[in-house]
């Protein structure tokens, strides 16, 4: 079968590798949709991300909707036919951490399109079937693709503790930005913030739920969010744009006692800001590391119509033109937000 | 000045009492719009409420909205002429627990309309500067009265803890209730089911965001609730009735490590149910005790129209008229939810 | 090999079952150390506990440490010759509860001694290796088995959320409660209070660190404590008697804004209390379900010698001789705490 | 009466200033006891502390005891001749943060010691009588002082959220760090590990409970403390030495989950860690400001004995000797621990 491989930086290239069968306790997915993410892209353009270098060609895509094909040995459902979505998380089961309901920090996890892990831009993959969630009627494969980065956004409102009430600013509004400002509006927030550099980012911000969105290209984004709370800064700070700038702002716009989630990953491995402002107000700071037990919530939300993923799948493209599509989410040109790989 | 004295069960007359003067950090205001509470139907009714007996003519009414008159001696604000609403809860604001942010169980609190307190079915008030809270533009008096009970179901969603995609039971669709399913949809429960044994309460529910309301006269809502969820409970029950036989339904319908909320105030002092089916399953109960901090939150998502407060005040009755007003909310007839005495 | 069954209500019989073969995933352990259960007690004169009818003979015994004597195929360890403690509680792994880390409320839970598993008051079982401990150096049997109670405590610790300096009350010093007055010290409440009907036990509540202990058949306890606080109450209350008398102190005794757990469970199968107190007061009540995750930690306690499980062992019978130790443990006799049977 | 003024980084005169009159809502008190924080001594090496600079002459200290003097008009108590500890953080009692109970984050707070607010470096000084709070028979001046740090290590504590049987890592072993590992063995930990650069104080840290110090100077703690943990990690981190270094070991020994509490002020105000260990870890970082609600249990623990404040106050000085005081905890010479003024 095709799979598209990264064999370094900036090198892609369609090849072959065997069908895949599903063994005990698998399922095998015909692969219909894969999004593209940030981390992708930071995997082909460098050849690497956090650190863990492709030692060989890889198959990324982690975001994923497919088509139950074939059961495993010992594998009651779902049946052949039904379409699903693919949690990328194969956590080991047994340690501490998953154990304690902590699947998403477990040591030994292998996550799906992580070196030496292939992901999804290929036909089909082998799966345990734990992992393989049903979609439920009308829900298109753009939308099964995108609960994995909504499943991210939702666990990020998780650790924030947004109370209804609460005023929020979302720092960055790409697709995983703009997924937590209607996670935010979701909770309950009464004012959403949102800034972002891209211009119509901060349009597809405000259609999808944020009260106001700036400029950080052209405006002091810190003093516009101030100001407007009366200088009291908001309740709960996402960052969702991995700079350097938007950590420090993070520090600067929240409230005294407030949470702050970190969840861009920055190009540069190092973090910093000014320890008297985070101490001053006592903040909580928390890491967002991917997500834990969020696909039967992200389903019934979706089900229930609650959340727009439609709104993000602005691009498709077919399995081959996969370099097309990393150029253009590398570009940001065109509106996209996420560009969606066609199997 | 005129006002409405209880003077014992179903002794309801109208008589004078001295304009208030406003004292030091106190604000006079002119009263608009009181609420009518099941809590002032009770009292009306039996001449006591939870073991407070009135021992002599009370002013009862505790949902209020009006006009700032007049500011007392160094008091800054807000001038004459802002129409608020009156937080009815005066703490102490030196016990141990009002230090620790815990004004709602202050042991020394003196609750507006609770024996000695006269309430607001009068004129004239006089009351504390921080806790009469500016209405924003727009907002009317019904539903700044309207507030108070929000900030019930507000701080019952706190309780509950309530997170993105869960299920939620609210049992029993009385004003307390519907503001309850409200606040469920508003932070982010994926399915909410209300339950009623009055068919028009049923719809309300349903109107504002239930999507599913059973009724409990002619249904085992039990049965429909668990069902419903394949056999497993929702996520978190309100108990809004305060009957014997929804606490019981409580502990039946929640999930495994569920959450309860009790709201309702039941009309015999005794709470009993399986203990059994609740250690079963680990239950946590929380009991409400009024609420706290919740004016400001409840004015922002007011404002930002995300909560339908208008829904709830369906009758309005002059000062004078009181006792109608009374007689028709405990006959639960012609569609009532909330009867607002306009002064 | 030989285990005692239980045949119905009173009726105990010495018999034989095939010596287990440890499947894959299972070890092998030879038994040495039984703690005797007040559920165990229950089964035992009733032949039925909370709703579970024996209906074919049954091993009871469930607080358990012995040695490993042989691995089920692919075992990798603890290896034969290493004594250790079993956690009694086999969930299923897969379901919702199991995966989010709550495996004590795991609907297909198989409890080991619960009518129809049968539990440890035999020469061997078979149980997954991942429920097998093994003791630290110096660690004896009898403080192997008694790990299994110590969890429960350190659990219910766990969900009182006992905060440096709160105050705690215990009410029932049975082995459980002595287990909880240890915890509580440990986890540092300033103050410890336990109450008992039986003299013995409030010696042993004072030795195991109750800085008071009061007698619940001779003095007014809620009084007591309530005097003792000035009027307030305690911070935490963990009732651990299962008395309906007790359940209705724990609610008097807890402080506005306070904590109850409750452990004990009651003979009869309705909790009952007033519901003004528990309201008026914003309780919170968290119900107990067994324990989860607690070996590692309680084993780390134990082995730092910040726990005194000896003091509880204060009577040891051989397996023949369960009857009398069953029989001791109902008349609470002869200052016994927990019985232990030898194998 | 006298005061010791710092004019300016490192200009320190003993002065006069009029002796205050309790004002309404105040007590008069004489001091007894003022420990010198870090704070202090960056103050006076400095002229400022944090960005807050010395404008004019100001008296430091804030960890204070000391005997009622006189009352201010309307004060019931504490009587004159009461021996007390006062808590130098005077909060506005108004704005949101102080009356939703997190008054160390009130904006207004004006604290004690800090410029432009005269410290407890002098013989008397006016207070609000709330925050003056008596000591219990037997409790040292010293003792009384100290509660202030203890308060700190408290609230630490409280944000830490450690769990019985919790490894716990102290890094640091000044004051504040011994204090936290006092705190970590009274709240259950069951590992405590402490580091430090001064050998006495590594020796101190054992002394006072952690079952290892190592010594950053010579070890590389990192190591010694992942190691020892199988290369897990601590659950929680407390940060209490303010060096770069410390920063970036608390992420690297934390385990994945874990809890970092950042307590040390550094010098240069940033602070920088690597992102990536942080975020696959998924931490929890918390700053610590000051300290809330703790003299009543600080109180409650050290009147029931478990804990040593005595150890830590390792040297004496009279007011006029201050500069001596402080120069001898700059140079960290003879064992120093916490210097006491005796005034």
Same mark, same amino acid.
């Given at each position: 079968m095709r799979a598209m491989f990264v064999h370094g930086p900036g090198d892609l290239r369609l090849g072959e590798m065997p069908?895949? !069968?599903?063994?005990?306790? !698998?399922? /095998? &997915?015909?692969v219909r949709a894969v999004g593209i993410c940030g981390s992708d892209v930071h995997t082909y353009e460098y050849g690497e991300i956090g650190g863990t270098v492709i030692r060989s060609p890889l198959v990324l895509g982690h975001e994923l909707a497919g088509v139950v094909e074939a059961l495993g040995p010992g594998v009651q459902g779902p049946p052949p036919g039904t379409p699903v979505a693919v949690d990328p998380s194969c956590s080991c089961g047994h340690c501490e951490f998953c154990v304690e309901g902590d699947p998403h920090i477990c040591p030994s996890i292998r996550f799906f399109g992580n070196w030496p892990h292939h992901g999804g831009f290929r036909e089909y993959l082998a799966h345990p079937a734990d992992l393989v969630h049903p979609l439920p009627e009308g829900m298109s494969f753009d939308e099964g693709a995108l609960l994995e980065p909504m499943g991210v956004a939702l666990f990020v409102a998780d650790l924030a503790g947004i109370r209804l009430g609460d005023r929020v600013a979302v720092l960055g509004s790409g697709p995983i930005g703009l997924l937590c400002?209607?996670?935010?509006? /979701?909770?309950?927030? $009464? !004012?959403? +913030?949102?800034t972002d550099v891209v211009v119509e980012r901060l349009g597809a911000a405000r259609r999808l739920g944020a009260d106001m969105a700036w400029n950080a290209a052209t405006e002091d984004v810190v003093a516009r969010i101030v100001d407007h709370t009366g200088g009291r800064g908001v309740d709960v700070v996402i960052e969702a744009a991995g700079a350097p700038e938007t950590v420090e702002q993070a520090m600067e716009v929240a409230k005294p006692g407030g949470t702050v989630v970190l969840v861009g990953i920055p190009a540069e491995d190092r973090v +910093?800001?000014? $320890?008297? &402002?985070?101490?001053?107000?006592g903040l909580t700071i928390k890491y967002d590391r991917r997500m834990k037990h969020t696909y039967p919530r992200c389903?019934? /939300? $979706?089900?229930?119509?609650r959340v727009n993923l439609k709104a993000l799948a602005t691009h498709h493209f077919p399995l081959e033109r996969l370099g097309d599509a990393l150029d253009l989410v590398i570009r940001r040109a065109d509106g996209v937000l996420k560009a969606i790989i066609e199997v």
């Open positions: 069908r895949p !069968e599903p063994g005990p306790g !698998e399922v /095998l &997915v015909r400002v209607q996670m935010a509006r /979701l909770a309950g927030a $009464a !004012e959403v +913030t949102a +910093t800001f000014r $320890a008297s &402002v985070a101490r001053r107000k389903i019934a /939300l $979706a089900q229930a119509g």
